[in-house]
């Protein structure tokens, strides 16, 4: 409620210090935007309308292993598959709100909102099977290695088969939401709320891997020799072959990988999904004197459905030679990969040379492809109790409140079963409902001294995925007793639950300045892991096999044991001039926090971290601002934590994270009112200016990197306009 026209615009650019590390990349973008707010009718009516476009680049260079393998007493890196990753995020969006009061106490607000999202993404790099091509071909590697603290650390492989990849990811989207919003004031401190919303996203996303190499198949052509160093922050390694050649680096398949005779050059991997929710919810409060100042009650009813195709084809050469020179047409500057000691690579985008006729597609309908597409439905019924409390202990405010929520659940997947390979369309779910008591008391001293308590139980619903109903399962007749076994998804799957208990202290010095210390605990009453488990297979087509029991067992994900998590954070803004007024404008907020998580990776294993959670992560910033100048500093800092990642043939491995501290600055001014340039501001900032990378290695060993990304540091500068 500006009360004012209001019309804005924002122009920011940006620029990546690594430059353009692929062909056709950039190293700058920009993003611009505007706003504009009135008032009609006596200020009965409102609009809001915004618009905004993003056209920026990202640059990433890239370090993975597949593993380490045992090699003589010692461990060695078993591959290497690195890229140099370019990115181009365009988006472009437009929103509207139109709020109009129809009576003195009606009001109703509508809004809009459109989104379109493209990302293209190109990576190019070589993979290298090292140790793990012993079995393959004749590689090995030459005596006179070292070995430190357990690890070949420098040495020489020979007999190496590379391959050279291009892929191409492109990533689009269409959003469009819309709401409407009805606040009544009733009158007798009764106040009604209906809102109705809706969304839909339809999204792609196209995986486009292209290889190239010396030759098909395994012991054909060129074989590199190819030393190496390894260190804590990967492997740099010494080729004697020239991958950027076009006459030696042929379009082919140069280890006959891939799921079809001869090998594939390559796979197109295309993903349809479409999302869609709907919402509905009405509220009633009545406002009431006393210890209770208003008691609420509500219903809310959530459809929300979500659909993935895949749409997977294998890449071969259209002419159906063994292989393939790059035609000149299509040869793009090579990408350099020497921050791997690679040198050049040869560079081409292989949408254009299937577009071209070079590459056809083969389409791959196999089981592990059609397991992959599902419809997961889900509605949600949730009606809510509250009373909100607002009364006066002594010379200190209690306010809070207390309720309880009952969520009804009802989900259905519709996929297929799959028995030894044939399909069965089929729709299968579950329902179940959720009680959720909370509690929030916040009690306020006359020093401004505050106390807060929080109550709660808490779900968390499944991913869609991890609910879709594809299962694929069969007989195993290997031990004395047939079995029925299978794997796939969970449409039984339920949220997981747990108890969460929080208290803080806060303490206010005037309006700017705060500390607060806050207690958390929250008992995980179950978890979501992906494991083998009993399942009653009654009712799913088993042809003509005879089994003693349908009580078979299931790979997919399920409800098991939980755990806990819990620790404390310390946090607070101090605006020095609370000292001394000499120090007006300075300042600095942050804070810092231990969390403590206890949880089994999987169903019998011994207990660990939470994926994802750090020990210890802090913040901290720096600040002046006075007079329309603004300086800030910030540093965050997350120590090492646990994470699942995708590995080698997209297999989910549980990897340690190295901690990482990320350094940020920015400088602004703001013209001050009577300047001629009032209401002109004007920014420039700096990201990641230490230029920290995210690395993980195999947990307790600091020299078995895993991956090993550099972003580079980030600079941006820009200009806003109000008036």
């Known amino acids: ?58 640059q990433v260079q890239e370090y993975n292993a597949w593993g380490y393998n045992d090699f003589s007493g010692a461990r060695l890196i078993a591959g290497n598959k690195s890229f140099v990753t370019s990115t181009n995020l365009k988006r472009f969006g437009l929103g509207g709100t139109l709020q109009g009061d ?17 990302d293209d993404i190109i990576k190019r790099g070589i993979e290298l099977p090292l140790s793990s091509a012993f079995g393959w071909t004749s590689a090995g590697i ?11 650390v420098n040495g020489t492989f020979t007999n190496i088969e590379a391959v050279v990849n291009n892929h ?30 809706t969304s839909r996203t339809d999204r792609n996303e196209l995986i486009f891997e292209s290889n190239a190499g010396t030759g098909r198949g395994q012991g054909v052509g060129a074989r590199d020799t190819i030393g190496f160093t390894q260190s804590t922050t990967g492997t740099v390694f010494r080729p004697t072959l020239n991958y950027s050649d076009p006459n030696l680096i042929r379009l082919t398949s140069p280890m006959g990988w891939g799921g079809i005779a001869g090998g594939q050059d390559g796979y197109y991997n295309d993903r349809l999904v479409d999302d869609e929710l709907t919402t509905v919810r009405f509220d009633l409060e009545k406002e009431l004197d006393g210890f209770f100042s208003a008691v609420r009650a509500g219903v809310a009813y959530n459809d929300r459905g979500k659909s993935l195709y895949a749409d997977e084809y294998f890449v071969v050469l259209a002419s159906g030679a063994a292989d393939l020179r790059v035609p000149d047409q299509y040869l793009l500057r090579p990408t350099n990969l020497n921050y791997l000691g690679l040198g050049p690579v040869i560079s081409y985008d292989p949408q254009e040379l299937l577009e071209g006729g070079i590459y056809r597609l083969v389409p791959n309908a196999v089981q592990d492809v059609i397991s992959k597409n599902y419809v997961v439905d889900e509605e949600l019924i949730t009606g809510y109790l509250q009373a909100a409390i607002d009364t006066e202990l002594g010379s200190s405010q209690l306010t809070g409140n207390v309720g309880v929520q009952v969520i009804k659940a009802e989900q259905s997947s519709t996929g297929a079963l799959f028995f030894n390979g044939v399909a069965t369309p089929t729709t299968l779910g579950t329902s179940y409902t959720d009680w959720l008591p909370s509690l929030n008391l916040s009690l306020r001293t006359a020093s401004d001294f505050v106390i807060r308590v929080g109550l709660a139980r808490e779900i968390q619903r499944p991913r869609m995925d991890q609910m879709r109903v594809s299962i694929g399962y069969g007989v195993d007749r290997s031990g004395p007793t047939p079995v029925i076994r299978g794997g796939g998804g969970n449409p039984f799957l339920e949220p997981i639950r747990a108890n969460a208990a929080d208290l803080t202290f806060e303490k206010y010095f005037g309006t700017k300045g705060y500390v607060a210390a806050q207690l958390f605990y929250k008992k995980l009453l179950n978890w979501i892991y992906n494991a083998e488990f009993p399942f009653d297979y009654t009712g799913f087509p088993l042809g003509a096999e ?15 044991d939980g755990g806990k998590i819990y620790g404390v954070e310390l946090a607070g803004t101090l605006p020095f001039e609370t000292f001394t007024p000499s120090l007006e404008g300075f300042g600095v907020t942050g804070g810092v926090s231990y ?23 802090a913040n901290g910033t720096a600040y002046f601002e006075k007079n329309g100048f603004s300086a800030r500093g910030s540093v965050r800092y997350r120590s090492t934590f646990q994470g699942e990642l995708s590995g080698f043939g997209g297999n989910r491995v549980r990897r340690r994270a190295r901690g990482e501290m990320i350094v940020d600055a920015q400088l602004g001014y703001d013209f001050q009112p009577g300047s001629s340039l009032e209401g002109l501001s004007l920014f420039i900032q700096g990201q990641n200016l230490t230029n920290e990378a995210f690395s993980t290695i195999n947990p307790g060993a600091p020299l078995e990197v895993i991956d090993y990304q550099t972003y580079g540091r980030r600079y941006q500068a820009g200009i806003t306009f109000k008036f």
């Open 102 to 118: 129809l009576s003195d106490n009606v009001r109703i607000t509508a809004d809009l909102f459109y989104s379109k999202f493209d």
């Open 595 to 617: 969390t403590k998580s206890k949880l089994r990776p999987a169903p019998g294993q011994p207990y660990g971290d939470i994926d994802g959670y750090s020990r210890w992560v």
């Open 1 to 58: 409620e500006t009360g004012k026209r209001v019309l804005a615009f924002g122009v920011k650019g940006s620029l990546t210090d690594l430059g353009k590390l692929n062909a056709g990349s950039n190293d700058k973008g920009y993003r611009v935007n505007a706003t504009y707010i009135d008032q009609f009718g006596g200020d009965t009516v409102g609009i809001a309308l915004t618009a905004n476009y993003v056209d920026e680049s990202y």
């Open 142 to 152: 030459n005596p006179g290695y070292t070995v430190q603290d357990g690890h070949i």
């Open 546 to 560: 005879v089994v003693p029991s349908r009580i078979g067992t299931l790979n997919a994900p399920l409800n098991g």
């Open 168 to 197: 191409k990811l492109v990533r689009s989207a269409d959003l469009f939401s819309s709401g409407f919003n009805v606040d009544w004031d009733i009158g007798n401190g009764w106040n009604a709320t209906f809102d109705w919303g």
